[in-house]
C-alpha cells in the first residue's frame, strides 16, 4: 500500500524551478524586476537540458508576446505540453488570468483548477476573482481567504481583501464587510485614500450618511486631485441629489476675496446721514441657452466663484443647477497645483450689490460661494 501511494506521488509530483540552471533563475529575476528585453535577446539561444528548461523557454517566450491571443494560445500549449513542470503550470495559471480578464470565468475556473503546484498560491485568488464574476459570493469569500492564508503578505494580498469586501456587500452583509475592509489597515502601505472610499461607500450603503460623509471627506482631503477624489466627489453629489440639505462646503476650501467697497459720497455737512433704503434689483431672465461652458477664465468683471472640480460633469451640474435660480453661470478650464480643474462662476454682475442679492440666493439654496472680481 505504501508503494502505491509512493508511486501515486511520483507520478503526480510537481517540478521545482530549481530544476533549470541558475543562470535561468538569474534571467527570470532580471525579468521580474523589468528587463523585459534581455529576457528577449536570450530566449532564442538557450539550449534546454531537460524537460523543466524546455518548459522554462516556451513559457517566457508566451510572456514575451504582444499580442494576447497569440499569448494565450502558446500558453495552453505549454501548459499540454508540460502540465507536470512548474512553468507549465504558470502558463495554466497565465491563461487562466487571461481568460479571467476577458471575463471568461467558466474557463478560467476550469484551468485553475487543475494547478496543484504549492509554489502558486495566486491561484486561489484568481479563483476568487472568477466565483464573483459568476456571482458565487461565498466561493468567492472562501478562495480569497485561502489566499490570504497561503500568502498574507502577496502580490494580491490587499485586493482580496477588497475582494472578500466587495461579495459581502453584494449581499448586503454590510457589518460583515466593513470588518473585512479594517483588516487592510494592517498592511503596510496600503491605499489608505481608497480604503477610506470603500469605508464611505458601506456607510452609505448601510444608511449612515452622516458617517459616510465624514468618511469621504477625509478620503478626499489625503489628496483632492487624485482618481479617488474624483469616485469621492461623485458619491457625495449623489448623496447630496437625495438630501440638498448635506454640507458640502469642504469641496470648496477658499477663503473669501475681499473687495473693496465701490467709492461712496462723502458728506461734507455736520447733518448726520440718513439710511436709505432702496428697492431691490429686478431681476432679469437670464439665457438658459447661452453657452454653459467658456474657454478662458474673464477677463474683467465681478462674479461669485461657486466651485472648483476635477471633475468636469460636476462642474457642468452646478451651473446648470445657479441657471435654475435664474443667476447667469458658467465654468471654464484651469490649471490649479498642476492639475486639470472646471471652475464655475456666477455672474458677472453691475455691482457689488447685485452680487451681495445673488450670493444670499445661492447660500439659501445650500450654494456656497465668494466674490472675485477680474
Known amino acids: 500500500m505504501q508503494r502505491i501511494i509512493l508511486i501515486l506521488l511520483l507520478t503526480f509530483a510537481i517540478h521545482l524551478p530549481a530544476q533549470i540552471r541558475k543562470e535561468l533563475q538569474r534571467l527570470e529575476t532580471k525579468f521580474q524586476q523589468g528587463s523585459i528585453n534581455e529576457m528577449a535577446d536570450r530566449i532564442p539561444s538557450i539550449k534546454a537540458n531537460n524537460e523543466d528548461e524546455r518548459a522554462f523557454i516556451s513559457h517566457y517566450s508566451a510572456m514575451l508576446k504582444k499580442d494576447k491571443a497569440e499569448a494565450l494560445s502558446q500558453h495552453q500549449r505549454v501548459a499540454e505540453r508540460y502540465p507536470k513542470t512548474f512553468y507549465g503550470q504558470k502558463?495554466?495559471?497565465?491563461?487562466?488570468?487571461?481568460?479571467?480578464?476577458?471575463?471568461n470565468f467558466t474557463e478560467a475556473q476550469s484551468m485553475l483548477r487543475k494547478i496543484n503546484a504549492p509554489q502558486l498560491p495566486q491561484r486561489m485568488y484568481w479563483l476568487a476573482i472568477a466565483a464573483y464574476g459568476m456571482d458565487d459570493y461565498s466561493s468567492a469569500i472562501a478562495n480569497a481567504e485561502n489566499y490570504l492564508r497561503l500568502s498574507p503578505e502577496g502580490l494580491h494580498a490587499e485586493n482580496a481583501m477588497h475582494l472578500i469586501c466587495d461579495a459581502y456587500l453584494m449581499q448586503k452583509k454590510y457589518q460583515s464587510a466593513l470588518t473585512s475592509l479594517e483588516k487592510i489597515t494592517r498592511i503596510k502601505d496600503y491605499d489608505q485614500q481608497y480604503y477610506l472610499y470603500r469605508k464611505g461607500y458601506i456607510q452609505e450603503q448601510n444608511g449612515h450618511t452622516s458617517d459616510a460623509l465624514a468618511t469621504y471627506q477625509e478620503s478626499y482631503e489625503l489628496d483632492r486631485y487624485s482618481q479617488i477624489a474624483f469616485l469621492v466627489e461623485d458619491r457625495i453629489f449623489t448623496m447630496r441629489s437625495h438630501r440638498p440639505s448635506l454640507d458640502i462646503s469642504f469641496l470648496y476650501p477658499y477663503s473669501p476675496l475681499e473687495i473693496a467697497a465701490e467709492d461712496s459720497l462723502q458728506s461734507t455737512s455736520p447733518?448726520?446721514?440718513?439710511?436709505?433704503?432702496?428697492?431691490?434689483?429686478?431681476?432679469?431672465?437670464?439665457d438658459q441657452e447661452a453657452p454653459i461652458r467658456i474657454l478662458t477664465k474673464p477677463q474683467t468683471g465681478i462674479f461669485l466663484q461657486s466651485g472648483r472640480f476635477s471633475v468636469e460633469s460636476n462642474a457642468e451640474r452646478l451651473s446648470k443647477s445657479i441657471r435654475h435660480l435664474n443667476i447667469p453661470a458658467i465654468y471654464y478650464e484651469e490649471q490649479h497645483q498642476g492639475k486639470k480643474t472646471w471652475v464655475v462662476i456666477a455672474g458677472p454682475f453691475d455691482n457689488k450689490s447685485d452680487s451681495n442679492q445673488a450670493r444670499d440666493t445661492l447660500s439659501k439654496n445650500e450654494i456656497n460661494s465668494f466674490v472675485v472680481q477680474y
Open 91 to 103: 502558463s495554466l495559471l497565465e491563461a487562466a488570468i487571461i481568460h479571467s480578464l476577458d471575463r
Open 271 to 286: 447733518i448726520q446721514s440718513q439710511v436709505v433704503e432702496t428697492p431691490p434689483v429686478p431681476v432679469k431672465p437670464i
